[in-house]
């Protein structure tokens, strides 16, 4: 372990914590906590004991800053740490993604302060990895998160950014790297992802990393990723570089879409390339929230095929054994999802969340385990799914 923690450059990844976090002000948003979670399970997404609005008093705003300030003074779970890739890349075993931050495409209940606080409670919480993208929001969502990084410190976010799939030419990803650092306001983004590969332009994959690896010779990226890469790419991808190694690949993996599970897991697994599992919640639907009569209505989800009413519907025992297992664990559906993903150790889901609530939600999927037992009453009802995507 040693030589692995020496090479760790930024103090967010330090783990002075020893894998743990004793989560000093964990939390943040402990008055969106049910009294008991034991006893509280949610009913059709709805704690029994209704969480409080997101402006209670444990997230208060700070005149001085005009940013949200989570209350440091109670405590919380423990965080825990995984490496990213061989290369060192520290990070907590649950993420937060920010493509919610963008702006209304995900609802008219988004707002920028509560995505920062959302944040806030995050990194309070142990939570260091933070992702957006320069498409989110046509970099808004880098924005807001730049905004939530000056006020929780630099040295406590680990900032995973990604150039999108059409900017695939040398001098387009350094304008775009260029533009991501200024909108963020940091010096260095931690880890720099290729949102996807280029379908259209067909840019030669070499172009695209060595203009990469010139990033990280300059110092303006600190690790290099990849998304939604297929074996085969992340194959050639790794071939043209020669000082670094790729050492993610974010591609969407939940229990209901697991796709990954044939080819890129087992690749990833045997070569030390970490998993950023995005949708980990199905967009929402594995939180239990959502069913045929009540779907989303934002410009995300309306048309998402996960959302058809017969797909609710397949997806109906998943749901339900999500809730049973919970039950036996004091856990939500949400978090009994998130640690389905967490059976892998270089899985790391990143779920997006709109306000602390739910980043505290999310954040109690670290800290226990499912057992062997739990593992077989989800994959029983997952045999019963049958989702049409056509
Ligand atoms: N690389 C890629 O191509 C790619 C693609 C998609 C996403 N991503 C990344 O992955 C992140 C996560 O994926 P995602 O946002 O698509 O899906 P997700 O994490 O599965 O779902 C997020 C949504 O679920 C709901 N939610 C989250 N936590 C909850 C909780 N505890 N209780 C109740 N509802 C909760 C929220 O929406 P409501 O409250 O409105 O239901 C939230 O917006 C994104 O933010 C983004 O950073 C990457």
Redesign the pocket.
């Known amino acids: 372990m040693g030589s692995v923690l020496g090479a760790l450059t930024s103090p967010a990844e330090r783990p002075s914590h020893r894998g743990r976090f004793p989560l000093s002000g964990a939390s943040a948003c402990s008055q969106w906590r049910r009294p008991d979670r034991r006893r509280c399970p949610l009913r059709e997404?709805r704690a029994l004991c209704a969480p409080p609005p997101v402006s209670g008093p444990t997230v208060r705003r700070d005149t001085s800053t005009g940013f949200y300030r989570a209350d440091p003074s109670i405590r919380g779970d423990a965080m825990e740490y995984v490496g990213l890739g061989r290369n060192g890349l520290r990070v907590s075993a649950v993420g937060l993604?920010?493509?919610?931050a963008g702006g209304t495409g995900?609802?008219r209940?988004v707002r920028d302060a509560d995505c920062v606080a959302a944040m806030e409670c995050a990194v309070n919480l142990g939570v260091n990895l933070i992702?957006?993208?320069e498409v989110?929001g046509q970099g808004h969502s880098e924005e807001v998160v730049g905004k939530a990084v000056r006020a929780v410190g630099r040295d406590r976010v680990v900032i995973a950014t990604?150039v999108a799939g059409y900017h695939a030419r040398a001098r387009d990803v350094e304008a775009a790297c260029r533009g991501s650092l200024r909108r963020l306001r940091v010096r260095e983004i931690d880890l720099y992802?290729v949102?996807?590969p280029d379908p259209w332009e067909q840019v030669p994959l070499r172009e695209t990393m060595k203009a990469l690896e010139r990033l990280h010779r300059r110092g303006w990226i600190r690790h290099i990723g990849v998304?939604?890469f297929a074996v085969r790419d992340l194959e050639e991808a790794r071939a043209h570089l020669s000082r670094t190694d790729i050492v993610s690949n974010?591609?969407?993996y939940?229990l209901l879409q697991r796709d990954i599970e044939s080819e890129v897991l087992p690749y990833c697994r045997r070569e030390g390339i970490g998993i950023m599992a995005?949708?980990?919640?199905?967009?929402?639907l594995?939180?239990g929230?959502?069913r045929a009569g009540r779907r989303?209505k934002?410009r995300?989800r309306a048309d998402e095929e996960l959302f058809k009413p017969a797909n609710l519907r397949s997806a109906a025992p998943v749901v339900a054994a999500l809730r049973r297992v919970g039950r036996d664990h004091g856990k939500?559906p949400?978090q009994v999802a998130l640690a389905w993903l967490r059976r892998y150790r270089n899985v790391v889901p990143?779920?997006?969340?709109?306000r602390p609530?739910?980043v505290e939600?999310?954040a109690g999927a670290v800290g226990w385990a499912l057992r062997a037992r739990d593992v077989q009453v989800l994959q029983a009802a997952l045999r019963r799914v049958k989702l049409d995507t056509s």
Do not use: C, F
């Not at 990143?350 to 709109?354: D, L, M, Q, R, V």
């Open positions: 997404g993604g920010m493509w919610q995900w609802g209940d992702d957006t993208a989110y990604k992802q949102h996807w998304s939604n974010q591609v969407r939940n995005w949708s980990p919640l199905g967009k929402g594995l939180t929230k959502y989303p934002d995300v939500t949400a990143i779920p997006g969340a709109k609530a739910q939600e999310n």
